[in-house]
């Protein structure tokens, strides 16, 4: 390159090619590293600078910085972390002459820019490379696009890399955990033989990585901690990290009553705990969430919980609460909420500030090995979508892993951003302890059967560095004298359920009227005011006379269509003080274009939320837009609703039927979550509903599903018909001394029925009314129509064009848990079968819909009720809007002429 060419180039151009050149020197052409590698070298020697320099010794610099980053980016293939497996010696990509150089280098000096020593000699330089990136921790962090993050890592990784080394006193703290771990699962093998418990033999290490976190958090400024994981290991956890009584666990292996005093509807590995850690900088509060056996399914809750305790904080909340997740390899690599959960960690509505991910990696499955489990090298592949660093440990080395615990709690507490940490290690049992595993892996089970456990590892090593044999076994001894004297302790009474937040709230339902109507002023100064627009803010023209129509509406007193009431709902809660937060996919404007609670300029696209203008005594109102999930975003809002008792959290789906995708969220928390963990919670769901045309996936939000799950009055299922039951239904749900899940089939074509309306009386008198009864005169009644939702508009239509008074119409709004007593009172109003025959009318097929569940019950009070809807089918709906319509037609025909 000569002068004149030179003179020619951009400086900005030089300036980010240099740049490449620092980051990775072989992403630039040959002559551009020499340039630069000549450039560096003229630059660091005194009376050098501008000297000629020839082309070999600036290949070979160039060939160092290339090989750093080599190292940096692929070092962890060599890295010995795999306690099975002999350790890899070299790799290709990390021979000397893959950079132009040879042993003939190593004692020449070079410019290193990142090391502690600014210039060193290749051997030196190589020694920090193995000593940082090819021992017990393989880091995966060159993915990462952030310079500084990078930088930030390097710096703490290459010049300081026993800066974490334990003191003597570190050590035997280790010790003693390690004992804890290995000793617990021993003492439960042999007094309760046979019984499942998920040992975590073999993965010991990941009870002192959890110690040192913990520890480390008050000088981090967290003050909660919350944790999600599975079955593995769990009463290992739940012993050393949450303090709970071995008497306890001890208690549940011999299956003893009422030990935590309440009901008890799970496996003892399933459970929650929570408990308050006193720790030399602070006092941090500990959750272990409790989860089904459905694997990862915990992680959005856990996330969910994270959040809304955040938020209760307000600023900085972010930091102080940190979210734990625990996972297995094959479920890590194979599990969809994985990935749906790590989704969210940048996203403004579901962030939590990042969380640390602790990889348990058995090497397994059940029976299944890697090679069948994954396409991926690593089980933590998948966590790279987040370009976040990854550490790969040797799980018997656990002083690599407290290590690398630090690291990644330092590096959360710094970018607010995921790590992950992958112990790897191994499952000494089968699946559980009666699975015996040398079925399917013969060769590995009898290598995993030589092996002595960590805590003997790691004492031996202690032992040879000099600690005295007998500090080593008073340890030990005092560990397994605590376990011996608990095991004929009576349990501890623990607190479950309905603390701090939750000690107002009732654990009874009860179907008393509730007070929900709103004060026609306070209504009317609200629509007044979520009318006013700032100045200058420009809506799309068709929203503004949206919005001035939904104050005219309230002003007349007339006309109040379902978006309206919806929105006067939110309003009112928020002007009490009454956190909303609502989420779904596309739930700002409502998918049916209905709702518009975040408005748009149309000239600068800045938002607007109306709502968050009347809230009061510290509430918010919360309207996101979710990621495209259903699974991972309802779980995280059944967690923040467990968080939050005064408040209403609000999940939405884009059509009912898309709740199909979250059905282990549903089955395994919301339905059945408070009888078995004692955790209630308050979470509703909004699932649009109705038969208008569009098909099979587009009709149904599987009534018959959601009622399937009811019994001993665990949830509320609703179908309002009005807006005004709508705005009732949703005061209702935090005004109500209780907390149950409620489900709402709410409308979609009916959002814009003409006869879809409501008054200002009936917002500002009243309450919900879970049965209600349209007959103008019930003793003249000669036929009687009970119904749910949406038909009922097309009855009362036909019932106008037959111009008769005869037919009664008995709307069943709220679905369950029903009010068989009003349905009684109205019933009785009525003839009886043989002056009125009853039926039931649906859209739905008859294997579908609410028929099912509520024939007993309809039949008990009318014995002769028959059926009118559709036939059954193994599909909800035609997609045809000509059939559909012909089969609606049917349907309303034989309901006033059957």
Not at 274 to 303: F, K, M, Q, Y
Request: charged share 25%; net charge negative; hydrophobic share 40%.
């Amino acid at each position: 390159m000569n002068n004149a060419f030179l003179t020619n180039l951009s400086p900005e151009w030089v300036e980010s090619l240099y740049r490449a050149w620092l980051g990775d020197a072989a992403s630039v052409p040959r002559e551009w590293r020499i340039f630069f590698s000549g450039f560096e070298f003229g630059a660091a020697e005194p009376g050098r600078a501008g000297a000629a320099m020839t082309e070999t010794p600036a290949l070979k610099h160039s060939g160092v910085q290339t090989l750093i980053y080599r190292y940096r980016t692929v070092g962890h293939l060599l890295a010995c972390t795999d306690p099975l497996s002999p350790c890899l010696l070299g790799h290709p990509l990390l021979e000397l002459s893959a950079f132009g150089l040879d042993e003939s280098d190593l004692d020449s000096v070079f410019t290193t820019r990142s090391f502690l020593k600014q210039r060193a000699t290749l051997a030196e330089i190589l020694a920090t490379l193995r000593e940082t990136y090819c021992r017990e921790i393989g880091v995966e962090f060159m993915h990462i696009q952030e310079p500084a993050e990078r930088q930030w890592l390097i710096d703490r990784m290459e010049p300081h890399r026993n800066r974490f080394l334990p003191g003597s006193e570190e050590r035997l703290h280790i010790l003693e955990k390690l004992h804890e771990a290995s000793l617990f699962e021993a003492f439960l093998h042999r007094h309760f033989v046979g019984q499942k418990r998920f040992s975590l033999e073999g993965g010991e290490t990941l009870i002192p990585v959890l110690d040192a976190i913990v520890r480390g958090c008050p000088d981090a400024g967290i003050s909660d901690m919350i944790l999600g994981m599975a079955h593995r290991g769990r009463l290992n956890v739940l012993a050393h990290i949450f303090g709970k009584p071995y008497e306890n666990i001890f208690a549940e292996f011999r299956d003893a009553p009422a030990i935590d005093a309440a009901v008890d509807g799970d496996v003892k590995y399933h459970k929650g705990h929570s408990v308050d850690v006193d720790l030399p900088g602070g006092r941090v509060h500990l959750t272990i969430a409790a989860n089904p056996s459905h694997l990862e399914a915990v992680n959005p809750v856990v996330e969910g919980k994270c959040r809304a305790r955040q938020d209760r904080f307000g600023e900085g909340g972010a930091g102080r609460v940190l979210p734990l997740l625990i996972h297995g390899d094959a479920a890590f690599a194979g599990q969809g909420s994985v990935m749906e959960t790590l989704n969210m960690s940048q996203l403004e509505g579901y962030r939590t500030g990042g969380t640390i991910h602790i990889v348990l990696n058995n090497q397994i499955g059940f029976t299944t090995p890697p090679r069948d489990a994954r396409s991926t090298s690593y089980a933590t592949d998948v966590a790279k979508m987040l370009a976040c660093p990854v550490l790969h440990i040797q799980g018997e080395a656990p002083e690599a892993a407290l290590h690398a615990a630090r690291l990644a709690l330092e590096y959360r507490q710094a970018f607010g951003r995921d790590v992950v940490l992958e112990l790897l290690c191994y499952r000494r049992h089968g699946h559980n302890e009666g699975d015996e595993p040398a079925f399917t892996q013969p060769l590995l089970y009898r290598q995993i059967a030589d092996r002595p456990p960590v805590n003997r590892i790691y004492a031996a090593m202690l032992a040879e560095e000099g600690v005295a044999a007998d500090l080593i076994a008073g340890i030990e001894r005092r560990v397994q004298e605590r376990l011996e004297s608990s095991l004929e302790k009576e349990p501890q009474v623990l607190s479950a359920g309905f603390q701090d937040a939750w000690s107002g709230v009732s654990r009874e339902y009860s179907a008393a009227p509730v007070e929900t109507s709103v004060l026609a002023e306070r209504l009317l100064a609200l629509a007044r005011q979520l009318a006013e627009l700032p100045a200058g803010f420009t809506p799309h023209p068709k929203i503004n006379a949206l919005i001035q129509r939904r104050r005219d509406a309230v002003v007349t007193g007339e006309g109040i269509d379902w978006g309206n009431a919806e929105t006067l709902a939110y309003a009112t809660l928020a002007e009490e003080g009454t956190p909303v937060r609502i989420s779904g996919q596309d739930t700002r404007r409502g998918t049916f274009n209905h709702r518009h609670c975040v408005l748009h300029d149309v000239n600068n696209d800045s938002t607007f939320m109306p709502l968050a203008a009347v809230t009061d005594g510290g509430a918010r109102f919360q309207a996101w837009d979710s990621l495209l999930s259903e699974f991972g975003v309802l779980g995280f809002e059944y967690g923040y609703s467990l968080e939050t008792p005064q408040g209403l959290t609000i999940w939405e789906a884009q059509f009912g039927d898309f709740a199909n995708g979250a059905q282990v969220i549903i089955d395994q928390f919301i339905s059945s979550g408070e009888t078995k963990w004692s955790r209630a919670s308050g979470v509703t769901l909004l699932l649009p509903h109705g038969y208008e045309g569009q098909g099979a996936e587009h009709s149904s939000a599987r009534i018959e599903r959601n009622l399937q799950l009811c019994a001993r009055e665990n949830m509320i299922v609703a179908n309002p018909g009005t807006p005004a039951q709508m705005f009732h239904l949703l005061r209702r749900q935090v005004r109500q001394p209780f907390r149950k899940p409620l489900i709402v089939f709410t409308p979609k074509g009916m959002l814009r029925h003409p006869r879809c309306v409501s008054s200002l009386a009936e917002l500002a008198s009243g309450g919900f009314r879970e049965v209600i009864l349209d007959a103008a005169e019930p003793g003249h009644v000669r036929r009687v129509l009970i119904c749910s939702g949406k038909i009922f508009y097309d009855l009362i239509e036909e019932r106008e064009k037959r111009e008769g008074n005869a037919t009664a119409i008995i709307r069943i709004e709220q679905l369950y848990p029903l009010r068989g007593d009003l349905l009684d009172e109205i019933l009785g109003q009525l003839p009886t079968d043989a002056d009125a025959p009853c039926f039931w009318v649906q859209e739905e097929p008859e294997n579908m819909g609410a028929w099912g569940f509520l024939r007993p019950w309809l039949a008990e009070r009318r014995p002769g009720i028959r059926f009118i809807g559709r036939p059954a089918d193994c599909c909800p709906a035609v997609s045809s809007h000509r059939l559909h319509a012909e089969e609606q037609a049917a349907i309303i025909r034989a309901a006033f002429e059957e």
